[in-house]
């Protein structure tokens, strides 16, 4: 079993930041992948980013490339997500997920977080 914690949502206008963390444990954090997901209101929840156990590769959803920036802190038990140039389109509900397989982070055997808000004004 693994648990995730998120912190760092709020409310920022247009083009403002946000840093998101995600605290994990449970199980040995350096032997999962990791990833954030995002659900806005009435819509799906969606991919946003992913990095490897190792923080070696890392993979975004085209609208949020050149933006945000995943990395982790394997010490710390910690991934976080910056977000950098935000838009109203980023608002929604962010999830961090862990899972053993990089590909597999947000499918079948994802422990997920309980999510935090973000709201972009415009």
């Known amino acids: 079993q693994v648990q995730l914690v998120e912190s760092g949502g709020g409310l920022v206008q247009a083009g403002g930041s946000l840093r998101l963390s995600c605290a994990a444990s449970?199980?040995?954090?350096?032997?999962?992948?990791m990833g954030w997901f995002r659900q806005a209101p009435g819509k799906e929840r969606e991919f946003v980013a992913r990095i490897t156990s190792s923080g070696g590769s890392t993979g975004y959803r085209d609208s949020v490339k050149g933006r945000f920036t995943i990395s982790r802190d394997n010490a710390k038990d910690t991934v976080y997500l910056q977000m950098n140039s935000l838009k109203p389109e980023d608002t929604a509900v962010y999830y961090c997920a862990a899972n053993r397989g990089y590909y597999m982070v947000g499918s079948a055997g994802t422990y997920w977080g309980q999510g935090t808000q973000v709201t972009v004004s415009s």
């Open positions: 449970g199980r040995t954090f350096s032997s999962y992948a």
